[in-house]
């Protein structure tokens, strides 16, 4: 089916040492028999495969056969963590809330700014998998067409709290006694900081990083005080 287009193997690591085998002869001669059947079949097919672990171990391990890793490591594309490349997350969010708002036949308008903070302030330790089931959740449960902090599992605010609690007692945070709402808004404010300062104070490339319009940008450094620096 595939033919003169491209297959994706997700999870390779997952593959038998015997299914291993298979695909390395359809990699190498670029042909097949299907089960049951003695036709070889000729094929022009480009594969693309994804792991989330270490190949190299499981090769020292008996787990992957090492022609294969070979094989298929033409071009390697690493991709970082979630927590690594957070400027994505706006962007991430709007998609499964678009696309989950259509399946579930919600009219979600937007996130609300606690919320986005409360995401943009955790780990994310299933990557982006763990985000997408998230906010699938968050649009179940909505009732406003807004998603709030009160859509999201109890767990993912406690350990962002907890988090932002870390670098409050090392000096970058808050000081002293801050509503939730103020305690939220801080991560917001240091992202921003920090955004702005890796394009030069540039708002239009610092807008498109984060995923907003620059009037948006604009009001949120009119809001923390950050307009003076800008250009």
């Known amino acids: 089916m595939a033919h003169g287009g491209t297959v994706l193997l997700d ?14 002869r359809v990699l190498q001669h670029k042909e097949f ?6 036709k070889t079949i000729k094929i022009d097919v480009r594969f693309i495969v994804s792991t989330n672990q270490n190949l190299e171990k499981a090769i020292a391990d008996k787990k992957f056969r090492e022609d294969l890793y070979y094989r298929l490591n ?27 708002s259509k399946e579930n036949h ?8 606690d919320t ?7 780990d994310w330790p299933g990557n982006v998998r763990e985000l997408e089931n998230i906010i699938e959740r968050a649009v179940i449960l909505d009732t406003d067409g807004l998603i709030g902090s009160d859509d999201l599992p109890e767990l993912l605010v406690g350990n962002a709290m907890a988090s932002f609690d870390t670098r409050i007692g ?21 992202y921003i900081l920090q955004v702005m300062k890796e394009t030069g104070w540039n708002k239009k490339k610092a807008a498109r990083k984060l995923g907003v319009n ?13 307009l003076a620096e800008a250009k």
């Open 214 to 226: 620059r009037t948006t940008l604009y009001n949120k450094l009119k809001k923390y005080s950050l």
């Open 74 to 100: 033409v071009i390697s594309i690493n991709i970082p963590p979630l927590r690594s490349r957070k400027d994505d997350l706006p962007l991430l969010v709007n998609h499964f809330m678009s696309l989950y």
């Open 116 to 122: 986005m903070n409360i995401l943009m302030n955790y």
């Open 33 to 38: 028999e299907r089960v049951g059947d003695h």
């Open 106 to 113: 919600k009219k979600i308008k937007n996130v609300s700014d």
């Open 170 to 190: 090392s000096g970058a945070g808050p000081r002293g006694t801050a509503s939730l709402k103020d305690a939220l808004r801080e991560p917001e404010k240091i």
């Open 11 to 24: 999870d390779i690591d997952s593959f038998s040492l015997d299914l291993q085998v298979k695909l390395l």
